[in-house]
């Protein structure tokens, strides 16, 4: 199957930064839309960012100008460099990816196990 594995969590200062990965590994024919979301305690999941296939990106306003949403096609790899950071930024943060598993298939979303961003002094 599909698997997502996110890495680069940790504790920052506010005003610090820190870059997140995202590899996918397993059966892949290709990947559509790519994403980061994230989960503080008590509050919904949301969305952070988003990439198309083509390089076409989103965000939230909450961190436009702040965070920048990448990826590798070849490699199958996202990234969300995360710069100024602030407090509110601490959450759970998720890397989705619309994964075709075979030519003949759908595209089926998936999603990873979520690593830790602590933005605290």
């Known amino acids: 199957q599909v698997q997502l594995v996110e890495s680069g969590g940790g504790l920052v200062q506010p005003g610090g930064s820190l870059r997140l990965s995202c590899a996918a590994s397993g059966s892949i024919n290709s990947i559509n839309t790519m994403g980061w979301y994230r989960q503080a305690p008590g509050r919904e999941r949301e969305l952070v960012a988003t990439i198309t296939s083509d390089g076409s990106t989103n965000y939230a306003d909450s961190v436009q100008g702040r965070f920048t949403i990448s990826r590798d096609n070849a490699k199958n790899t996202l990234w969300l460099q995360m710069n100024s950071l602030k407090p509110e930024d601490t959450a759970v943060y998720y890397c989705?990816?619309?994964?075709?598993?075979?030519?003949?298939?759908?595209?089926?979303?998936?999603w990873g196990q979520g690593t830790l961003v602590t933005v605290s002094s």
């Open positions: 989705n990816a619309n994964v075709r598993a075979a030519a003949w298939s759908r595209y089926l979303e998936h």
